[in-house]
């Protein structure tokens, strides 16, 4: 079965209008019928947002028929129509399945007619073997089922996006446009914010712990080109690798209604008014590691360093004050964390020089 012909024959010399033509072995052809009327229907778009790596790939089946084959990590789906107003199975299985039969999970799922669905697998399959939410929330793999989507924005001259918590032992965090404004404030894994209409342009998105200035990571989202679309902002991974598995690491990840997608880059440095050269924060060596570890930055000119170490809820559990550092590049400050237990840990660098105050953040991983 071909698709045939031209969606807009008017734009395309008054061709042959699009329709599906039907080969058969012999050679012979037809123009399957339009139908008319047609059964009940939603559109549907599908995620794969669980960052267990015993689910890294998977089948998923509907209705008993295998819909999409190897369906990895961070893959998406364009809006594709599912049977509305009436029971529809969903069931997830290894990728080496060879049918419904060996299915982990079914989800069955009652559609509404002319609805448009994102729809997010997400959680893991053995709740005990990762680690908790902080929350309190059930991470235990599941479907989410999001109405009221969009596959285009209402106003073609933005974009519109919704962001969507799922990053499985993150806290609850606000999320924030630099400079522009606040998106979300005390999301929790699961919570989703409205649809959210901005220009087409470059933004940082910067991820604080709720409730505080704790930066735990900023992204560099490109928006431009994308006026008139729709598209879903969802943080996924593990915020501690290390306790998870080692792997899938946080980050955000945007799809577009049309199934592409992207990851915003991740941004280093908070001050962005500044050149690089004018104050840099080049991460700490080693790390991850066991007890002790040196914070490298670039001053311009000679100052004072403080540097404070944040668990992931925002709390401060280690400061080092008042380290004279010099000028130049690859400048070391030693931190000594053997009393902290293993995890991931942000670390907030302030930098005094004359009456300037600088500031910036990054992550380090504990190790026992």
Do not use: C
């Not at 339009?34 to 790596?53: F, K, L």
């Not at 919570?191 to 901005?198: N, P, R």
């Not at 306790?243 to 280093?268: H, I, K, R, W, Y």
């Amino acid at each position: 079965v071909l698709a045939s012909g031209f969606l807009n024959p008017a734009a395309n010399g008054g061709g042959e209008a699009f329709g599906l033509l039907l080969v058969l072995p012999d050679g012979t052809t037809a123009m399957l019928p339009v139908a008319s009327g047609g059964d009940p229907s939603a559109r549907v778009q599908i995620m794969h947002n669980s960052a267990d790596p015993a689910a890294a790939l998977v089948d998923i089946y509907v209705d008993g028929g295998l819909a999409l084959d190897d369906f990895a990590f961070g893959d998406i789906t364009p809006f594709i129509d599912l049977p509305a107003e009436t029971e529809v199975s969903i069931a997830v299985a290894p990728s080496t399945s060879s049918s419904v039969s060996e299915a982990i999970a079914t989800f069955p799922v009652t559609l509404d007619d002319g609805e448009i669905y994102t729809v997010i697998a997400s959680g893991v399959l053995d709740t005990g073997s990762f680690a908790s939410n902080p929350d309190g929330r059930s991470t235990a793999f599941n479907l989410w089922i999001r109405d009221e989507s969009r596959e285009e924005a209402q106003d073609p001259g933005l974009v519109e996006f919704v962001i969507v918590h799922g990053a499985t032992d993150a806290p609850a965090v606000d999320i924030e446009a630099r400079g522009v404004a606040t998106l979300a404030t005390g999301a929790s894994y699961g919570d989703a914010t409205d649809y959210i209409a901005v220009p087409p342009a470059v933004y940082t998105i910067d991820v604080k712990a709720a409730g505080t200035d704790v930066i735990v990571a900023s992204f560099s989202a490109d928006l431009t080109g994308m006026e008139g679309m729709a598209a879903t902002v969802i943080a996924r991974g593990f915020l501690d690798p290390s306790a998870n598995g080692g792997v899938n690491a946080f980050g955000l990840l945007l799809a577009a209604a049309d199934g592409s997608s992207g990851q915003p880059a991740v941004v280093t440095s908070n001050e962005t008014d500044l050149p690089v050269e004018s104050f840099e924060l080049s991460g700490n060596y080693p790390n991850p590691f066991a007890g002790r570890t040196n914070v490298a930055v670039t001053m311009p000119a000679a100052g004072v360093v403080n540097v404070n170490v944040y668990s992931v809820t925002g709390v401060l559990v280690s400061r080092v004050s008042d380290v004279w550092v010099d000028a130049g590049a690859g400048q070391s400050v030693p931190l000594d964390l053997q009393g902290l237990a293993a995890g991931t840990y942000v670390y907030e660098v302030e930098a005094r020089i004359g009456s300037r105050e600088l500031r910036d953040t990054s992550t380090l991983v504990v190790l026992r």
